[in-house]
C-alpha cells in the first residue's frame, strides 16, 4: 500500500513538472497556426545599388563606391568626419569591406541589404533569417526571453535579438553588434558604433512585400533614431537557393597594402597599376 502510494505521488509530481515545463515554453509563444506566411525565397526590392538607406541616397540612382554618392543618416560631427574619410578610401578602393574580403559575415543590419536572395523560417520560438549571400544566418527569438545580461554579453556579427509578435508583425530588438571594423553597411563605408541597438518591425504589406522597418539608435555615432526601410519581393514558387562561399570565386581580392584588384577570367588582375 505504501509502495502504491509513493509510485502515486512520484507520478502526480512528474506531471506537474511536465506541466509547468510546457506552460513556461509557451509563454511569450505563439500559436504556429497564427504565424504569417513568410515561406518561399525572396530578392531585395530596393535593387542592388549597394546602400543602405536608399531614401536619403544622393543622387538617388547613385551606386555606392561612385564618385559624389552617399547617404545621409543623422551622424554626428565626429562620425560625419568618419564616414567622409572611408568614402575617400572607398573612392580609392581601398575600403576594407568584409563582403569584398569574404571572410566575415556581413553581420546585422546589413544582411538585410545583400546581394542574392533570401529566406525567412518562422517558428514560434524563434525566426531565422538565412542569407544566400555569406551565407548569414540572423536568430530572432520569440520565445519570451529577454537579452542577457550585459556582463554575459559580447560583441557579435548579427548581435542578439529577441522580439514577439504583434498579430502578424514581428517586432524585435538587436544589440551587441561589432561596431565600426565589422558594422559596415554598405559599399558607401557607412559604420556604426558598438554602442548602436535596433529596433526592427517586419510585415507583409498589401501589395505582398515583405517590409522591414528599422529604427536605429547609437548614442556615439548618430544625433537622433535613424529611420530606414528595406523591401523584400517573393520569388516564383519552386526558386531555389544554394549555397557558395564568397571567396570561391572572388574577383576583387585585396592586397597587403589595402587595394583592390580585379581578376579577368583568367584569374590574373586586369588592374593598369598595382602596387
Not at 179 to 200: P, Q
Request: net charge negative.
Amino acid at each position: 500500500m505504501t509502495v502504491g502510494y509513493i509510485t502515486f505521488k512520484r507520478r502526480c509530481i512528474a506531471v506537474s513538472v511536465l506541466v509547468s515545463l510546457l506552460v513556461s515554453l509557451g509563454a511569450g509563444a505563439t500559436d504556429s497556426e497564427s504565424l504569417p506566411d513568410w515561406s518561399g525565397v525572396w530578392a531585395r526590392f530596393e535593387g542592388n545599388a549597394g546602400m543602405f538607406d536608399v531614401s536619403t541616397t544622393e543622387p538617388p540612382d547613385g551606386r555606392a563606391g561612385s564618385p559624389g554618392v552617399r547617404q545621409y543618416p543623422p551622424l554626428t560631427k565626429e562620425w560625419e568626419i568618419k564616414y567622409q574619410r572611408n568614402l575617400e578610401i572607398v573612392a580609392n578602393g581601398r575600403l576594407p569591406d568584409p563582403v569584398s574580403i569574404c571572410g566575415t559575415p556581413a553581420g546585422f543590419p546589413r544582411l538585410l541589404a545583400l546581394p542574392d536572395v533570401y529566406e525567412f523560417i518562422v517558428r514560434p520560438e524563434q525566426t531565422w533569417i538565412i542569407t544566400e549571400n555569406g551565407p548569414n544566418i540572423a536568430r530572432i527569438y520569440t520565445d519570451g526571453r529577454d537579452h542577457p545580461p550585459q556582463e554575459e554579453l559580447w560583441p557579435t556579427f548579427t548581435g542578439d535579438s529577441v522580439g514577439h509578435w504583434e498579430g502578424p508583425v514581428l517586432v524585435f530588438s538587436t544589440i551587441s553588434m561589432i561596431g565600426e571594423k565589422h558594422t559596415i553597411l554598405d559599399r558607401s563605408g557607412m559604420v556604426l558604433s558598438d554602442k548602436a541597438r535596433i529596433h526592427t518591425r517586419m510585415f507583409i504589406t498589401d501589395e505582398g512585400l515583405l517590409r522591414a522597418e528599422l529604427v536605429i539608435e547609437d548614442e556615439e555615432a548618430l544625433t537622433q533614431p535613424w529611420h530606414v526601410t528595406r523591401h523584400f519581393r517573393r520569388l516564383p514558387p519552386g526558386t531555389r537557393v544554394y549555397d557558395y562561399a564568397c571567396a570561391e570565386n572572388n574577383r576583387n581580392p585585396i592586397t597587403s597594402s589595402g587595394q583592390t584588384l580585379t581578376l579577368g577570367p583568367d584569374g590574373k588582375p586586369i588592374d593598369i597599376d598595382i602596387e
